[in-house]
Nanobody
Framework: QVQLVESGGGLVLAGGSLRLSCAAP????????VGWFRQAPGKERDFVAA????????DYGDSLKGRFTISRDNAKGTVYLQMNSLKPEDTAVYYC?????????????????WGRGTQVTVSS
């Protein structure tokens, strides 16, 4: 079992930025693929971004590329999600997911391990 911990969420004004982090306190993330998903109240969980274990391939949800950037520091075993130009519609709980394969994963079902999420609230 791999425990994932997200951090960096909070309240921000529209147009602001946040950087989320995902780490596994008892196991490194340096050799697994990682994805970020988000879920707003009353909505389904949506794909946000994903990165291969090498960090050489990334993908983003619709309309997020250009504002969001996923990256990783394998030396620290941490994956980041830089979110810029935030909008009120970005408000959601953001989840980190890991494992399940080698190729890039863009579906919830691609992942085995999940964090508990971190709340991001963007006010207008």
């Amino acid at each position: 079992q791999v425990q994932l911990v997200e951090s960096g969420g909070g309240l921000v004004l529209a147009g602001g930025s946040l950087r989320l982090s995902c780490a596994a306190p008892r196991r490194t993330l340096s050799n697994v693929r990682v994805g970020w998903f988000r879920q707003a109240p009353g909505k389904e969980r949506d794909f946000v971004a994903a990165i291969t274990w090498r960090g050489d391939i990334t993908d983003y949800g619709d309309s997020l590329k250009g504002r969001f950037t996923i990256s990783r520091d394998n030396a620290k075993g941490t994956v980041y999600l830089q979110m810029n130009s935030l909008k009120p519609e970005d408000t959601a709980v953001y989840y980190c997911a890991a494992g399940g394969g080698v190729r890039l994963g863009v579906n919830s079902s691609d992942y085995v391990y999940w964090g508990r999420g971190t709340q991001v609230t963007v006010s207008s």
